[in-house]
DNA sequence: TGCTATTAGTGTACTAATAACACTAGATAT
DNA sequence: ATATCTAGTGTTATTAGTACACTAATAGCA
């Protein structure tokens, strides 16, 4: 018992919702607790603040601890903090959302967390505190702000079809985009190119690989 | 020192930022500090949370003991927690956001503070803390999110005119709109209802009084 | 009383963005 | 050769947004 105040502190946690597309879908990392409280339950990557630490170093810090990922671009989502949330002690936590290409996403389960793995957004296992809750209010801060360049500069890989590009896009938004409309605005967003190359997947006419057009105003986050 | 903890804690407060539109202008809340640190400078209204007090409810209860205000409509800015952002100890804020319609903004200072008033946005004083940097991330919000309705059904008192309607959504934007697309937009948005009254007030045509259509599937905040 | 100053109030034409919609192209497997 | 499967491509209609200028009604004043 080092640490003594006048009057009761909270804890504050960060914990970090690291998003990505893979095979069409919106997927999320998730760790496996095994601690308790909500030991064995599955939970978003985050822990204890240190004292003398930002908020987003310490996002930072913990997700690579939890999971082995050096993420950029952390973004904050807010903060939650209803009184009955964690049962050990007064916790209130700020949540940061991260987008990761499926290609740079190389998991390590951490000291933590038993295990570290990706989950489908529309297939979630029961998570732990009110990790559903904030996973859902990530989801739609996604889906209120992540437009198609977004999409494109944060979620997709070196290359890819303008098929892939459109099957995050849709889900990501959850609603089914045309074609045609989808490439014409592309067109007008000048965000890719062509790189040249084709993807031949099967029975079918090979498709153009792209490359997301590099553009020097590009990251840097704001808070 | 009666609470104690085996690793430190940081301090966590909420902040309210509440603005209002006073004579065609962008305005907020403020309280004189008379107290270490930052004594004598302006300070958004807001304390420290209780252990067992959510967050929105703290953000309330302080803004009411400040400042007299019993704001609805809290909307969560976010937090920001630099770690030497306050000389005492490592604090923590949350920072909230409400709108209040001129005509109910009944300020009185309350004990931690030795005044409150309004400042217009454009000729803030030097401010505590980081606060001019958190207020500058709220009115970013402000012109991101609220659009003509929005502004209209939180800023405006009972009757007004359709100028100021317009001078109140140009005090948020920062930008000049044109007066018959404004008026246009108004119709299709069909959120404003003559009273019947006039407003005369110069030598000069008298002004439509305006009120806003009631809409039950109004407030709610989300967090 | 009529002239002036001042704000209220109104419509149209152009431009840009969005949405709906169907066929041909090029590859593999049989 | 043929069937199957995904890639790729334009036009038209609708809607939203932007630019722009004059008349109306009042109060103050000469």
Redesign the pocket.
């Known amino acids: 018992m080092a640490y003594a105040y006048d009057y009761p502190h909270p804890a504050v946690t960060v914990d970090v919702a690291v998003f990505t597309v893979s095979g069409g879908r919106l997927a999320v990392v998730l760790i496996r607790r095994n601690e308790w409280p909500h030991a064995g339950k599955w939970a978003i990557p985050g822990g204890f603040v240190g004292i003398d630490e930002s908020l987003k170093r310490a996002a930072w810090r913990e997700l690579r601890e939890e999971t082995g990922l050096k993420a950029g671009n952390l973004e904050q989502l807010g903060a939650f903090g209803r009184p009955d949330r964690d049962p050990r002690e007064r916790v209130i936590t700020v949540v940061y959302i991260s987008l990761v290409t499926f290609d740079r996403l190389h998991l390590e389960a951490g000291s933590d967390a038993s295990d570290a793995r990706l989950f489908f957004v529309d297939d979630l296992p029961e998570l732990a505190f009110d990790h559903s809750r904030i996973l859902g209010h990530a989801v739609e801060r996604l889906q209120e702000r992540l437009d198609t360049e977004g999409v494109a500069r944060r979620l997709m890989p070196a290359s890819f079809?303008?098929?892939d590009l459109q099957q995050a896009c849709e889900a990501v938004s959850g609603a089914a985009i045309?074609?045609?409309?989808f490439?014409?605005?592309l067109k007008?967003l000048d965000v890719v190119e062509r790189t040249g190359e084709v993807k031949?997947d099967?029975?079918?006419?090979?498709?153009?690989l792209y490359r997301v057009k590099t553009n020097w105003n590009d990251g840097r986050a704001r808070r």
């Open positions: 079809t303008l098929t045309d074609k045609r409309n490439r014409k605005k007008a031949r099967g029975p079918h006419r090979p498709a153009q």
